[in-house]
C-alpha cells in the first residue's frame, strides 16, 4: 500500500509541475541564447566585432551573479508562483527590447556596441534567479531519489529549445525588413512573447508547497510531508547549514567550480556554434538547422543519464564522465576537419554536456535543506553561470585574435577536464539522498 501511495503520489505531481516547468524553461533559454542565431545578421548591422559579440553575450551572467543570491531568498520567503511570474514578465520585456537596440542607441546617444551591453545585462538581473529557484523549488516537491531523472526532465528544455528553435529562429531571419524591420529585430520579438503570456500562467497555476495542494488526495499530501520530513531531519543531523556559512563553505565552493567548467562548455560553444557552422559554406536556415543536432543528442543523454543515475543510486561517476564525454568531442572536432565529422563530435559533446547536468544538481541538494538550500543553489549557479560570460568572451576574443576558434575550443574543453578532476576530488555520500528507514519513525510522529 506505501509503495502504491508513493508511485501514485510522485506521478501525479510529476504530470502537474514537470511539463509545465519544462515550456517555462524553454522559453527561459530560448529568450538567453536567440542571441547566437540573431548574431548570424545582427553582427553585420550593428557593426559588432566577434570580440565585443562574445563580451555583450556572456555580460549577461556578470548581472545574474550579482542578483541571484538575493532572488532566490526572495523566492523562498515569497513563495515560487508569484517571484517566478515576476521574474518571468520581467525578462520577456526587456528580451523584446532587444529588437528597439537601433532605436535605444539613437535616443540615448549610446553607441551599438554599449546598448548592446545594457540591454544584456539588464536582461540578466531580470532573470536571476528563476533556474536556481526552480530548482529548489523542485526539492519541496521530489524526494531526493528521484531528483536527477526530474531535474533531467526540466533541463531537458536547454538543448530542445535550441532543437525546435533553431529552425524557428532561421525562418524569423527571413522577415528582413517587414515594416522596417530586421530579420534579427523580429526574432526578439517574437520569441518574447510567450514569457510574458506565462508569467500571468504562473501566477494562477503554481503551487508553492504540497500542504497548498488542494489537487493532491489528503494520503498523498501527508505521505509527501513526512518524505520530505524525514529526508531533511537525516540532512540536519549530518549537518545544519546557515545562510552565511553555505555562501563560504569547501564543499559549496567546489560545486561552484565544477558548474563552472560545465557552463563554460555549454555557453561557449552554444553561442557560436551557429557561426562555426556557417562557415561550412551554408545558408542560414540550413545553418540553423544543422546547429540543432548536437541538442538533440543532448535531450536524449540528459533524460537516460539522469534516469540512469537513479536507478543506479550513483552520482560521483555518472557526473564525472559526460564531463570527460564532454571534453573529449571538443577536442575531436578541432582535429578532424570535414564538417560531418566534425559534426559528429560536436554532437559527442553535446551529449556530454547535457548529460552532466541533471546528475550535477542532485549534489547540493543531497546536503543543504531549508533556506540554506536556496541559498547555496544560488551560489553554486551564480559563481557556475560566470562561465556564461568568460566562456562566450574568450571565444571571441580568441577568434579575432587567431582568426580561428581552434584555442577556443580547446580552452572550453580543459575546463571540462578540471571540472571532471573536482568531482572525482569531493565525491559525494549518497546515503544523504534516502531516508528509508527514519520515514516510517516519521509515519508514527
Known amino acids: 500500500m506505501s509503495h502504491e501511495l508513493e508511485v501514485r503520489t510522485i506521478a501525479k505531481i510529476t504530470a502537474r509541475l514537470v511539463p509545465?516547468?519544462?515550456?517555462?524553461?524553454?522559453?527561459?533559454?530560448?529568450?538567453?541564447?536567440?542571441?547566437?542565431?540573431?548574431?548570424?545578421?545582427?553582427?553585420?548591422?550593428?557593426g559588432l566585432s566577434q570580440t565585443a559579440f562574445g563580451f555583450g553575450a556572456g555580460i549577461?551572467?556578470?548581472?545574474?551573479?550579482?542578483?541571484?543570491?538575493?532572488?532566490?531568498?526572495?523566492?523562498?520567503?515569497?513563495?515560487?508562483r508569484r517571484w517566478i511570474a515576476r521574474i518571468m514578465l520581467s525578462w520577456g520585456v526587456l528580451s523584446g527590447l532587444m529588437a528597439c537596440l537601433p532605436w535605444i542607441s539613437r535616443v540615448t546617444g549610446l553607441g551599438h556596441e554599449t546598448t548592446f551591453y545594457v540591454?544584456?545585462?539588464?536582461?540578466g538581473a531580470?532573470?536571476?534567479?528563476?533556474?536556481?529557484?526552480?530548482?529548489?523549488y523542485l526539492t519541496l516537491w521530489f524526494p531526493a531519489?528521484?531528483?536527477?531523472?526530474?531535474?533531467?526532465?526540466?533541463?531537458?528544455?536547454?538543448?530542445?529549445?535550441?532543437?525546435?528553435?533553431?529552425?524557428?529562429?532561421?525562418?524569423?531571419?527571413?522577415?528582413?525588413?517587414?515594416?522596417?524591420?530586421?530579420?534579427?529585430?523580429?526574432?526578439?520579438?517574437?520569441?518574447?512573447?510567450?514569457?510574458?503570456?506565462?508569467?500571468?500562467?504562473?501566477f494562477f497555476y503554481l503551487t508553492d508547497r504540497p500542504e497548498d495542494a488542494g489537487w493532491l488526495a489528503r494520503d498523498e499530501q501527508e505521505w509527501l510531508s513526512r518524505r520530505l520530513l524525514v529526508e531533511r531531519r537525516q540532512r540536519e543531523a549530518s549537518r545544519t547549514y546557515t545562510v552565511s556559512e553555505v555562501l563560504f563553505d569547501r564543499r559549496v565552493i567546489s560545486l561552484s567550480l565544477i558548474y563552472f567548467g560545465a557552463v563554460a562548455t555549454n555557453y561557449g560553444l552554444s553561442f557560436f556554434l551557429p557561426q562555426i557552422v556557417k562557415a561550412f559554406g551554408l545558408n542560414t536556415f540550413l545553418t540553423t538547422l544543422v546547429s540543432?543536432?548536437?541538442?538533440?543528442?543532448?535531450?536524449?543523454?540528459?533524460v537516460w543519464w539522469g534516469r540512469r543515475s537513479d536507478r543506479a543510486a550513483e552520482r560521483t561517476y555518472h557526473a564525472a564522465i559526460p564531463l570527460l564525454v564532454a571534453s573529449g568531442g571538443l577536442v575531436l572536432?578541432?582535429?578532424?576537419?570535414?564538417?560531418?565529422?566534425k559534426m559528429v563530435a560536436f554532437c559527442i559533446a553535446g551529449f556530454g554536456i547535457f548529460a552532466c547536468l541533471p546528475v550535477f544538481w542532485t549534489l547540493p541538494t543531497a546536503f543543504l535543506s531549508g533556506a540554506a538550500a536556496a541559498a547555496g543553489i544560488a551560489v553554486v549557479n551564480s559563481i557556475g553561470n560566470l562561465a556564461g560570460f568568460a566562456g562566450p568572451f574568450a571565444m571571441g576574443?580568441?577568434?579575432?585574435?587567431?582568426?580561428?576558434?581552434?584555442?577556443?575550443?580547446?580552452?572550453?574543453?580543459?575546463?571540462?577536464?578540471?571540472?571532471?578532476g573536482i568531482v572525482l576530488g569531493i565525491g559525494h555520500d549518497t546515503a544523504l539522498e534516502r531516508a528509508p528507514s527514519g520515514e516510517h519513525a516519521a509515519m508514527r510522529e
Open 60 to 80: 549577461f551572467f556578470v548581472a545574474y551573479f550579482i542578483f541571484e543570491v538575493p532572488s532566490n531568498l526572495l523566492l523562498e520567503r515569497f513563495g515560487a
Open 145 to 202: 531519489e528521484y531528483r536527477a531523472r526530474i531535474v533531467g526532465y526540466f533541463m531537458a528544455a536547454i538543448p530542445l529549445s535550441t532543437v525546435i528553435s533553431a529552425p524557428v529562429s532561421g525562418v524569423l531571419l527571413y522577415l528582413h525588413g517587414g515594416f522596417g524591420l530586421a530579420g534579427w529585430q523580429w526574432l526578439f520579438l517574437i520569441e518574447a512573447i510567450p514569457a510574458v503570456i506565462l508569467a500571468v500562467v504562473v
Open 119 to 123: 540591454l544584456r545585462v539588464l536582461l
Open 20 to 46: 509545465f516547468l519544462v515550456i517555462c524553461y524553454f522559453v527561459a533559454y530560448l529568450d538567453r541564447v536567440n542571441v547566437g542565431f540573431a548574431a548570424l545578421t545582427m553582427n553585420q548591422d550593428l
Open 333 to 341: 572536432a578541432v582535429l578532424v576537419a570535414d564538417p560531418s565529422l
Open 292 to 302: 540543432a543536432a548536437p541538442y538533440l543528442v543532448g535531450v536524449i543523454g540528459m
Open 397 to 420: 576574443w580568441l577568434r579575432d585574435q587567431t582568426g580561428s576558434y581552434t584555442d577556443g575550443l580547446l580552452l572550453l574543453a580543459g575546463l571540462g577536464i578540471v571540472a571532471m
Open 126 to 136: 531580470a532573470e536571476a534567479g528563476f533556474f536556481p529557484g526552480i530548482i529548489f
